[in-house]
């Protein structure tokens, strides 16, 4: 029993305090690397993991009043971190400077720089936007997201307007859109006191997961016409696989049992896995 609280324990701080986010999101960017054929080094993902890690807390910590309508355990998880929330912030942009700084990366330090100040933005005055235009929060938190692959580009000084690079962003947007958008089932009470205009709340439960399931069929297609037309390598084909992955725990959120494991670990771990995917396809393929 002491093991199986230790390992609960763990599996809530990880899930809960946005360390399996962030770790999504270095597998999104070095997933990308991949696909782009672009020589990764350690530098942009420490930074990306830092940045993510405290532009998310920092979102926790100003909705803590609503998120714990909807979200009491994340909330309670996360109090520790409240006390110190503007030291980690600080923090993660001081060290992300200095190794910007160190590397000579102007031009990514600004950009990274425009992408926290977007981010802030976006907590505390764009979402709330979405009272007015449906969605609004899910297509900027998801544009967000998929400029850190431009991100990557500038630090790498990759050509910005190849076709490459705006499929990876496009995909990237797609497949952070339906999370968001998924994740957005389970805050419906809480949305609702804020007067915020998601899909779950407009069309329903069932219209949602049936618009969810034709984002991502286009998801694939994108990859699909991307290996056909030889902008992306062949070896991308393997992402398909996040398709029927969405609509397995697409199915698997039917049942209100499997809350906690739909909703915080298999929608998010669905980034997790793109780095695998993409790793066998490229060794097998």
């Known amino acids: 029993m002491k093991i199986e609280k230790i390992l609960k324990c763990v599996l809530d701080e990880f899930t809960y305090s946005g360390y399996l986010i962030s770790f999504g999101a270095v597998c999104i960017v070095f997933t990308s690397a991949i696909i782009l054929q672009i020589r990764l080094s350690w530098q942009p993902l420490v930074i990306i993991y830092l940045l993510t890690f405290g532009t998310l807390l920092y979102n926790r910590y100003k909705e803590k009043n609503t ?9 309670a ?15 993660s942009l001081l060290i992300s400077a200095v190794i910007l700084i160190f590397y000579r990366k102007v031009a990514a330090l600004v950009f990274i720089s425009l992408l926290f100040l977007a981010y802030i933005l976006y907590t505390k005055y764009l979402k709330r936007t979405t009272r007015k235009i449906i969605v609004f929060k899910n297509i900027c938190f998801s544009l967000i997201v998929s400029l850190l692959i431009v991100f990557l580009a500038i630090y790498y000084s990759y050509f910005l307007l ?25 805050d419906v009470e809480s949305d609702k006191k804020n007067n915020l205009k998601t899909f779950p709340i407009v069309f329903g439960y069932k219209k949602t997961i049936l618009i969810l399931k034709i984002i991502s069929l286009l998801s694939g297609l994108l990859l699909i016409l991307g290996s056909l037309l030889y902008f992306i390598p062949t070896y991308s084909l393997i992402l398909l696989l996040v398709v029927p992955y969405s609509f397995y725990y697409f199915k698997k959120s039917e049942n209100k049992e499997n809350f906690y494991l739909v909703n915080y670990v298999l929608a998010d771990a669905e980034f997790i896995l793109w780095l695998p995917f993409i790793l066998i396809g490229k060794t097998l393929i």
Not at 67 to 75: A, E, K, S, Y
Not at 163 to 186: Q, Y
């Open 77 to 91: 998880c996360l109090e520790k971190y409240f006390h110190f929330i503007f030291s980690i912030v600080l923090f």
């Open 67 to 75: 998120d714990f309508l909807t979200n009491p355990l994340r909330t």
């Open 162 to 186: 190849s076709i490459p690079l705006f499929l990876i962003f496009l995909f990237v947007f797609l497949r952070m859109f339906i999370n968001t958008v998924f994740l957005d089932i389970k």
